[in-house]
């Protein structure tokens, strides 16, 4: 079965900072990997996705993220973190099957960025 | 601009009443979802369906039905609402493909149950 882990239920850098969110799955397919964000009081959007075309993704908002089968991770990162970044993030694993995009979340991230 | 809708933004039931949480969405997606989003556990799915009059059952499908009548309409039902399912719920939607296509979420309806 498919599950996804993120290290770290909450994470706090200064603006300017790097962000670092982790991300480990289990899968015994090659995976489809998602990382979405939740902003207060809105619905989850899609940061990147890793469809097996390039390990190293990038994403909107300067984010990116880079897929290391070997360490089972898909961490994501921004060389420098802005207040508009404070928001809950979510690592999210797809096997493909049927094509249903059925997406296993991880338990997510709240990334607070303070001055 | 794409949108999935959900009828209710801030829902109050008391214990036992049937409870209708509804989602449309207009961009024509074969497949749509229905998650419940808690802290700590992050968004677990309750059912999907790929098709009209289609469902699937997600990881914690107890206590929940689904209807999908029309493709851009997915209800889900609290058959007899309980307080353990006060929750955040989260409706998605997204084209049918490879595996690997994008959901779009609704902004989500926060449900408690007295």
Redesign the interface.
Known sequence: AQSVT?LG?HVSVSEGALVLLRCNYSSSVPP?LFW?VQYP??????LL?Y?SAATLVKGINGFEAEFKKSETSFHLTKPSAHMSDAAEY?CAV???????????????TRLAVHP | DVK?TQSSRYLVKRTGEKVFLECVQDMDHE?M?W?RQDP??????IY?S?DVKMK?K??IPEGYSVSREKKERFSLILESASTNQTSMY?C?S??????????F????TQLSVL
């Open positions: 993120q239920s489809y979405y009081n809105q619905g989850l959007q899609l996705k469809t979510f797809s096997d493909g099957t049927g094509g249903y995009n059925k997406l296993i979340f991880g338990a997510g | 999935v497949n979802f998650y700590g556990l992050g968004l677990r799915l999907f790929y699937e997600g990881d989260l998605a997204s084209f049918s493909g490879q595996g690997n296509e994008k959901l979420f609704g902004s989500g």
